[in-house]
Structure formats: structure tokens, C-alpha cells
């Protein structure tokens, strides 16, 4: 094994050193079984990451939230001491998220303890796991960052080398379970926001509902990623346990925004249907969520609201052709949207401009914002809100925190929603979040 190294001379008080070596054995998983925090996962169709142990962070809150993230990130990797010849794939992120509303969660006895308004990491330790090969990378600060750096490359390396894979355990079981809210609730909720679409005050707001979960063992949470990993393979695939607190974790299919240089890819995921018992049943769902006014509607309002929002930033938006996205539980319209960028940007400024989009929270976006925090009687957290990492060139990708729940010990919380247009009948709302509870509730049943 030879690390790669950067120059030295900035080793300091203020210094941030990073190495990295390729691997020819080891699993990210290993990271994460460490129990070592804060610690994430991503893992896409191409990529799978583990970090853990924060070499820095960053936290801010409120309605600068997102630029003071980008700022404290710009300063952070300046003066991060990287080798020149470690590839892209293994370099330093920083990996995080937000919550879904302004400021921090409200209450210690939320599920949300412990996870601010916006909370990122630069790892100790990362392990990268492409199509291409793995890369392990180690991260030092301060005084001694190049012999930590250094000593966490040897030490990790060996335990890649020296840990095998191991196969996921079976779900915990679930207990017992309490809706947040009732279903007779839920219609009320839901008329009321009719009345509001009714009156021209709404074209469209996204409602949640909150499942409680007491499960029969304490949850792993790395064990049901893995699982996630063989029904859901083409969904992005994530964890996240900041210091103290529970695990926010889920297999979200939509993406919020990706960029590479002017590059910019994203989508509109937006109304929904279920799967069938045959294929031709299944057919026959999709054809109909595609003919279906409703849900071209609310599809249509979404997919013009992305536009919009990348507008300011691009040369060129193209959008895609209207697909189905056929999941294991459920079936989604989806739009594929690309922009080029008029200049350089930092991907967290697209994260502002994009969120939320109205398939996670409505239109116009200040009044589907209100009615949101007045109806909802829980907590949203860091539910339906972006989750991803950034690097050193303002790169990265952010995927939109659905089909997610947060859990600690034997108690998990699940979220889901349904997005509320004139002709929404509430009962069909209804069962159509139980659809979207699925992937979460059935890996702990």
C-alpha cells in the first residue's frame, strides 16, 4: 500500500491533510459497523460510500442555512491539504443535510434530537466503492493532521483487508404502530386544503402523515440498508447518525439535484399509483396513471416549477419525455431535467433555489409552506428534505429525503405524503401514502 500525499507545508495549527490509497479488499459496510459517529451511507446503482468520525463539521440554522453551509464549506476545503493524483471518486466530501423547514427541530422529545437545521461532516475515515475499484481515505486536522492522516490510512487499510463481508440479519418485527393522523383526521386535513385549492389560494400542497413504530429488537440500521439495496437498487440509498441522537435513514428514488461542472441533472417525481399482481395489471396502471388527469396535472406543475427554478442559473433547460418509474410497491410519472449553467456555480446554491420543490411541498411554495406547518401535528425534521455530500469544487449530489424514516433503539418513525390538486378524493390519498410507508415498513416488519 502507498498513500497518496499532498504537500506538507500547510501542516499547522489551522491544517486540514487528507491521504488516500486504492484497496483491494474491504467493504464500506466495515465503517459503518464500527458504531463510530457521526457516520453516512450513500449508495446509488454506481456508487456506494461509508464515513464515519467527524474530522470537522459544520451546523447552521435558519434562513441563511444553505449559504452558510456553502461558505464555511468553501473555507474548509481551501485549506485542505489534498494529493494532486487522488482520483475524484476518492476525494474529501462533505456529507450531510437539512431540515425541511427553517431553523432547528423544535423539541427534545422529537425523533429529530439531535439533528439541526443544516449538519455536515468532513470525515476521519471514507470508503469508496465504485465499478472502478476502492479507494479508503483518511482525514487529519490540526497540529498532527498529516501523522493522523497517515495513521488512520495503515490502521483502516489492515482492517479492510482483515474484516469480511457479512450477511444482513433479518427485520427486528414490529411491536406496534400509531398513525399521526387518524384517517378521519386525514380527511379533514385534506378537505381543508381543498378548500384552499378551491379558493385560489393553493394549486398544490403535500401533506405528510408519520407512522410510530415500537419494534420487537433493537434496529440495524446498516443491516436494513443492505436489504434495501436488493429491492431497491436504483433508488439512492441513505444514512445518516449525527453525534448524538437516532439514525435518519431511507431508499429514496427522486433526486433533487446533481451537478458536475455546468452540469445539472434532476427530475420531477410526482403522482403515483400502485403495482400490479401481473404484468399486465401492471401495465394496465401504468397506462392509466398516464392518461390520468389528476396526476398529469400535478406531474405538469411540478416539472414547470423545477423549470423555473433553474432558469436564473442556466443557458439552456431541456426537459425529458414523461416515463413511469416502476418501483417495487409503487409506480411514479417522472420527467428527467438537464440545464447548463450560464456560469459556475456551487451545488448548494441550487439545493436553495430547488427547495422544496413542489413534489415534496407545493404551490405557490410560501403558502404550501404555511399550510404545512398549520395542518401537520409532528415534527418534519430532516424528512423530504435534501441529503447528499458536496466537494471542493462545489460539486455533488442531493437527493430528496422520501420513503425514510428516523429510528434509536427499538423506536422508528416513518414519513410519507401525498400531494393534494383539485379532484384529490382523500381516501385514495390515503391509501396511497400507505403504499409510499412500504419500503421502510417492510424491512422492520
Not at 457516520?39 to 435558519?62: D, Q
Not at 482483515?162 to 383526521?185: F, L
Not at 448548494?348 to 430547488?354: G, K, P, Q
Amino acid at each position: 500500500m502507498e498513500p497518496l500525499r499532498g504537500d506538507e507545508s500547510t501542516v499547522g495549527e489551522t491544517s486540514v491533510v487528507t491521504r488516500g490509497c486504492r484497496v483491494e479488499s474491504g467493504t464500506p459496510r466495515t465503517v459503518l459497523d464500527t458504531g463510530t459517529r457521526p457516520r453516512f451511507a450513500w449508495a446509488t446503482g454506481s456508487e456506494s460510500i461509508a464515513a464515519s468520525g467527524a474530522a470537522a463539521t459544520v451546523t447552521a440554522s435558519g434562513a441563511s442555512r444553505f449559504a452558510d453551509v456553502q461558505a464555511a464549506a468553501t473555507a474548509l476545503f481551501d485549506r485542505c491539504d489534498v494529493p494532486t493524483d487522488l482520483p475524484s471518486v476518492a476525494r474529501p466530501r462533505l456529507f450531510g443535510g437539512f431540515a425541511f423547514h427553517e431553523g432547528d427541530t423544535e423539541s427534545t422529545e422529537s425523533p429529530w434530537d439531535g439533528f439541526p437545521g443544516a449538519a455536515f461532516f468532513l470525515p476521519e475515515v471514507q470508503v469508496t466503492r465504485t465499478d472502478g475499484g476502492t479507494w479508503l481515505t483518511t482525514t487529519g486536522t490540526g497540529p498532527t493532521a498529516a501523522a493522523d492522516a497517515d495513521q488512520r490510512l495503515d490502521e483502516w487499510a489492515d482492517r479492510l483487508a482483515d474484516v469480511p463481508e457479512s450477511a444482513p440479519r433479518g427485520p427486528p418485527g414490529v411491536e406496534s404502530r400509531e398513525r399521526t393522523p387518524s384517517q378521519a383526521t386525514w380527511r379533514d386535513q385534506v378537505g381543508a386544503a381543498l378548500e384552499s385549492v378551491e379558493d385560489g389560494n393553493l394549486q398544490k400542497v403535500v401533506l405528510a402523515q408519520a407512522l410510530h413504530v415500537r419494534l420487537r429488537a433493537d434496529l440495524s440500521v446498516p443491516d436494513v440498508l443492505d436489504r434495501l439495496a436488493v429491492t431497491y437498487p436504483d433508488c439512492y440509498r441513505f444514512l445518516l447518525s449525527p453525534e448524538d441522537g437516532g439514525t435518519f435513514f431511507g431508499a429514496t428514488p427522486e433526486r433533487l439535484v446533481s451537478l458536475r461542472g455546468r452540469t445539472v441533472r434532476t427530475e420531477a417525481l410526482a403522482g403515483s399509483t400502485g403495482r400490479g399482481d401481473t404484468p399486465a395489471e401492471d401495465e394496465w396502471l401504468a397506462a392509466e396513471l398516464l392518461d390520468s388527469e389528476k396526476d398529469t396535472h400535478e406531474h405538469t406543475l411540478v416539472a414547470d416549477a423545477i423549470r423555473d427554478q433553474l432558469e436564473p442559473f442556466a443557458s439552456s433547460v431541456r426537459i425529458g419525455d414523461r416515463t413511469v418509474r416502476r418501483l417495487a410497491t409503487v409506480q411514479h410519472l417522472r420527467t428527467s431535467i438537464t440545464a447548463e449553467l450560464e456560469r459556475d456555480e456551487h451545488v448548494l446554491s441550487l439545493v436553495e433555489a430547488l427547495h422544496p420543490t413542489p413534489a415534496v411541498g407545493g404551490l405557490p411554495p410560501d403558502e404550501a409552506l404555511r399550510t404545512i406547518r398549520e395542518t401537520e401535528a409532528f415534527d418534519r425534521g430532516w424528512y423530504a428534505a435534501p441529503i447528499g455530500w458536496v466537494d471542493a469544487a462545489g460539486n455533488g449530489t442531493f437527493a430528496v429525503g422520501i420513503r425514510s424514516a428516523v429510528a434509536k433503539g427499538r423506536l422508528a418513525t416513518l414519513f410519507a405524503g401525498a400531494g393534494i390538486v383539485a379532484d384529490s378524493d382523500p381516501d385514495r390519498e390515503w391509501d396511497e401514502v400507505q403504499l409510499k410507508y412500504r419500503p421502510m415498513l417492510d424491512e422492520l416488519e
